[in-house]
């Protein structure tokens, strides 16, 4: 039928979230897609779907792409090492060493480019970067997400205190900068400008407040840092004596739910930082690989902040943590979580369904339409394909759960954004 030339249907066993507690699973279903967007999901095709649109994935999962809310794209090549250094000592031996290599536009072209592939093959098809403070190495960043195609929020770090003299920032030279990125970038495509802080530490108030005005002339989202270790939070009470801890900085330069605000880590949080954050603009990402990594010295209580109602969403935050994959930031979300309710038995456990949903649906409400297969969300998918792992004889929902577990990016056979076949 010719209302049907445009469509395709994508077949298989589909998965997404419905809401933190709800996960919807149709076997054997059809998604109806046109220009890119989700029109329905039907058990059975409309009389007449031209046979040549129906791409038949059989007994594959269809899942919607992966959101990686924090992760420090200049740490790729540093994966996996100084694992056993505690935050400041990690940043100062290992992280500042490494970004300071950025002003070298060649090294970040090569490293972008193995970051942005990594990404994919991992079936993130939405990010939330964080960059290095150099202007010309954060436009390449940019233009490889864009040329890639991935649905993204970056910008160019700041820091110009607290930092080694070989990675620092003049303050006024910081903000021009930080103003032509912006103006360039915040009304761009799928890719869009952030304002990146790295944390209280490496700014000061001269450098937030600029930041601050800039994001609300050019409405520009906030992404950092806040509340990550015992350590970095006595050294940012020392260094900014009237405030009561990071996140009343970042609110009182109006960096913090003026405009949508990404506040990585946010493990130790008083109830005045709970109700700042409970701001719909906001948004805290859990990265569990780092917090254990880094020696954080607690766990964020993602039950607590689920049941207040706070946007949750995961994040690899590589080179912290160690690996690119959000299905393995899903099994270790439930594992931290249950780790942490051993220590502290009045939070719960996290599920598969409530970690699912913070890797999908929940990091995709920064985008806008991405995360799930509602009508006129985005055909942003994965399909995984698990018959290595005999799954002939478990449930779709037992499947997503082995692939989180015991899968890889093997097993993730296709990756569509807005309908289209990602190539990697
Ligand atoms: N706080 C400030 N910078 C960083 C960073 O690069 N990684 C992590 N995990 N925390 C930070
Ligand atoms: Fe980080």
């Known amino acids: 039928m010719e209302k049907y030339s445009k469509y395709k249907a994508f077949k298989g066993n589909v998965i997404y979230s419905k809401s933190k507690d709800v996960l919807i699973i149709k076997e054997n279903s059809y998604i109806l897609v046109t220009d890119g967007v989700v029109k329905e999901i039907c058990n059975q095709l409309p009389y007449g779907f031209p046979k040549d649109n129906i791409i038949d994935f059989g007994n594959k999962l269809i899942i919607p792409g992966f959101c990686d809310m924090h992760v420090h794209a200049p740490q790729f090549l540093q994966r996996g090492i100084g694992m056993d250094r505690e935050l400041l000592d990690w940043l100062n031996t290992y992280t500042y060493p490494n970004e300071a290599k950025f002003n070298n536009k060649d090294h970040a072209r090569r490293v972008y480019t193995l970051f942005v592939d990594e990404l994919l093959r991992q079936g993130t098809l939405h990010v939330n970067c964080f960059p290095s403070i150099h202007y010309e190495a954060s436009e390449i960043l940019f233009d490889i997400l864009e ?239 698990d018959s290595n792992m005999y799954s002939e004889d478990i449930t779709p929902l037992e499947r997503l759960e082995r692939f989180c577990y015991v899968g890889d990016d093997r097993n993730i056979c296709m990756r569509y954004i807005m309908g289209k076949e990602v190539e990697i």
């Open 147 to 385: 040329q890639r195609g991935l649905f993204a929020f970056t910008g160019k770090l700041n820091m110009d205190q607290n930092s080694p003299d070989y990675y620092i920032e003049d303050t006024e030279q910081s903000i021009i900068d930080t103003e032509r990125f912006v103006k360039k970038h915040h009304k761009s495509g799928n890719v869009k400008a952030a304002i990146v802080p790295r944390f209280t530490i490496t700014c000061s108030e001269k450098l937030l407040a600029g930041l601050g005005s800039l994001s609300e002339r050019y409405e520009v989202p906030v992404h950092s840092h806040m509340c990550e270790a015992v350590n970095e939070m006595k050294v940012v009470k020392e260094l900014f004596p009237k405030y009561k801890n990071g996140a009343e900085i970042f609110y009182k330069n109006n960096l913090l739910g003026q405009r949508p605000t990404i506040m990585a880590h946010c493990i130790f949080m008083d109830d005045d930082v709970l109700e700042l954050m409970k701001n719909p603009n906001c948004m805290a990402v859990h990265c569990p690989d780092a917090t254990a990594n880094i020696n954080a010295g607690g766990i964020m209580p993602v039950k607590k902040l689920l049941k207040m109602g706070i946007n949750l969403a995961i994040g690899s935050d590589i080179g912290s943590g160690a690996s690119l994959s959000i299905a393995r930031g899903i099994a270790s979300t439930i594992e931290h979580s249950k780790i942490r309710n051993m220590f502290d038995p009045q939070w719960e456990a996290v599920n598969l369904t409530e970690a699912f949903y913070m890797a999908t649906r929940s990091g995709g409400r920064y985008f806008k339409n991405v995360g799930a297969f509602e009508e006129g969300y985005c055909f942003n998918a994965l399909v995984i394909d």
